[in-house]
């Protein structure tokens, strides 16, 4: 069952991605999104994917984004950005080294074929 790291502030995405999720063959990890915290947690569950919901034009999103692809242990790592930003900034976060940009919709078997198309091989 592939593992998948859900990063995000906010306690609802959490808890409304995990239940989603899960029956679709995914064994969901969930923690707040803090920037260093999330290095670790990657290094520490060692995910299949990681699915990050941020505004990808928001300095923390950025900054969240350039920490995991630039730590050798976590650069291979799939990452997704879960985020309802325009083209242009999901461009600017494909940019900065996100594997992929899913909208934040009810569509959660879009999102699964999206997680299961990025998972680390």
Do not use: N, W, Y
Not at 20 to 29: A, I, K, S
Not at 39 to 60: G, K, N, Q
Not at 67 to 78: C, E, G, Q
């Amino acid at each position: 069952m592939p593992k998948v790291l859900v990063l995000s502030p906010s306690g609802l995405v959490r808890f409304r991605v995990k239940p989603e999720l899960q029956p679709r063959g995914f064994l969901v990890v969930e923690m707040d999104g803090a920037e260093g915290a999330a290095v670790r947690a990657v290094r520490a569950e060692r995910p299949d994917v990681v699915l990050v919901d941020a505004c990808a034009t928001s300095t923390a999103g950025e900054r969240l984004v350039r920490a995991l692809k630039a730590s050798p242990t976590t650069a291979h790592t799939p990452l997704i950005l879960f985020s309802d930003d325009g083209p242009d900034a999901r461009a600017a976060v494909l940019d900065l080294g996100a594997d992929g940009v899913v909208p934040r919709k009810d569509d959660f078997d879009a999102l699964a074929e999206t997680l299961s198309l990025h998972l680390k091989r």
